[in-house]
């Protein structure tokens, strides 16, 4: 190890951590080359590929330092966008099961799902080059959408020509579609504020009804990862690392197969900000089909978490410009940092973390002290803590769909492993994450939401 791995968790968590090999790829992380700090793992970790899931590095290219897809993950920018509505809970609860049959209508979901978006090859280059921008200009949104979105909803540097045939091909017919596995589409009303000055910042109030829509880059981000990886463990004699996983398969930030990975990992990422863009333009459609016409659905933010980027740091005094690597962590920068958008300057970046299906979902805000600690990174959701194999067999699949609506939860799923696979039981207790984050000062609570309503691939 060239540095050490620290773990932010609570007794309780760290005895379920354990049990896996997510430790053990932590300290695997602090061998990387150029590794810049301590190779850290937010308390949603578990194990991953290569990385841990929640794990997060910075490495240094000026001296060396490595890119790895392993500590990005094969969902390139799998996030999570907040859309606030005009309604009630009130308002919607009587018709609450039409919305969510209506959404299950209106936005393709599952493995092999294809969107009602036609896309020429030269259109889905534009879309990897341009992101959510490409899909606001055909009317799929607004521009106050890309305002409220991590990077713009388009990041710079992305090569369509980079992206393989093979991957495009996958990516082509999927443009607005949610997917399979944890990804979902869930309604949801503000239970608790935390922050009032901040919850009003971002227009939340307490029973304001919202929807969190946790997507990525579908077939064409999994495809652009396999790629890569296997391009790397090809040429792995040309950069003699002595790693002890291949799946921390690496290579310099500045070489030439560090780059072209860069540029396919960057259109990815905007492929999927536009994804989650046309699955807004599709919410949108639904509700206003069952409520009146001028319902709003006012994006709040969009943020990714699984990605890496060049970010400035101060390091020992010293002002770097780091390769920041974040596989199931999220963003939280903090007030006045220029890269948080202009609404929410005053106070911070929002940072969205999704529970597991049927619990709870956080609005944080990003911290100074998460800038100087942990990269400006924090956690990104529940974590995962039993395989989707044990989940299906365990007792509580037997009746999951029976006890989310004796609970008021509203489900439509492609498939009824759908639901078996994201029972809550597999998760970590969200609660206990984030409060992990909150008291360690690195994200704070600004609300509480809580489900209604959600749809599964």
Not at 118 to 127: A, E, K
Not at 222 to 228: A, G, K, L, R
Not at 314 to 327: C, E, W
Request: hydrophobic share 40%; aromatic share 6%.
């Amino acid at each position: 190890m060239l540095t050490g791995a620290l773990i932010y968790t609570d007794e309780k968590m760290l005895r379920d951590i354990v049990k896996d090999e997510s430790l053990e790829q932590a300290a695997n992380v602090a061998m990387l080359p150029g590794i810049v700090g301590r190779s850290l793992a937010m308390p949603d970790i578990h194990q991953g590929y290569g990385f841990p899931i929640g794990g997060v590095a910075a490495t240094d290219p000026a001296e060396g330092g490595v890119i790895s897809p392993g500590g990005v993950g094969f969902d390139i920018n799998c996030g999570v966008r907040l859309l606030a509505s005009s309604l009630t809970l009130d308002a919607v609860r009587p018709r609450l099961r039409d919305l969510v049959n209506q959404l299950f209508r209106d936005v393709p979901t599952g493995a092999g799902s294809k969107g009602e978006i036609r896309l020429s090859f030269r259109d889905l280059d534009r879309v990897l080059a341009e992101g959510a921008a490409w899909m606001v200009e055909k009317g799929y949104g607004t521009a106050d959408d890309l305002v409220r979105c991590e990077e713009g909803g388009a990041i710079d540097g992305a090569d369509p020509d980079r992206v393989s045939d093979r991957a495009k091909e996958r990516g082509l017919p999927q443009l607005g579609t949610l997917g399979s596995g944890n990804h979902f589409l869930e309604v949801q009303f503000v239970e608790e504020i935390s922050d009032p000055g901040a919850a009003e910042t971002m227009g939340l109030h307490r029973n304001q009804v919202v929807v969190l829509i946790h997507c990525g880059s579908r077939g064409l981000g999994h495809q652009v990862c396999t790629d890569y990886l296997r391009e790397m463990d090809e040429t792995r004699d040309r950069y003699p690392f002595n790693l002890p996983d291949r799946q921390l398969a690496s290579v310099p930030v500045h070489s030439e197969p560090g780059q072209h990975y860069l540029a396919a990992m960057r259109a990815s990422a905007n492929f999927a900000w536009a994804n989650r863009q046309g699955i807004t333009h599709f919410t949108r459609q639904a509700f206003r089909r069952i409520f009146d016409k001028d319902t709003e659905l006012r994006a709040v933010y969009d943020v990714c978490h699984n990605i890496a980027k060049i970010e400035r740091y101060t390091v020992k005094g010293q002002a770097k410009a780091l390769m920041v690597h974040r596989k199931g962590a999220t963003r939280a920068f903090p007030a006045h940092a220029p890269e948080v958008p202009e609404p929410y300057q005053s106070i911070g970046q929002p940072v969205l973390i999704p529970g597991s299906m049927g619990t709870a979902s956080y609005v944080l805000l990003g911290t100074q002290r998460a800038m100087e600690e942990t990269f400006g990174a924090t956690c990104h959701g529940a974590g995962r803590m039993m395989s989707r194999t044990a989940a299906k067999k365990s007792a509580w699949a037997q009746n999951a769909q029976q006890r989310l609506e004796e609970r008021g939860i509203i489900v439509r799923a492609q498939s009824r492993d759908g639901i078996l696979e994201e029972i809550p039981e597999a998760y970590k207790d969200v609660d206990a994450v984030v409060n992990v984050v909150h008291q360690a000062g690195i994200s704070t609570r600004v609300a509480r939401l809580k489900p209604v309503g959600v749809i599964k691939g």
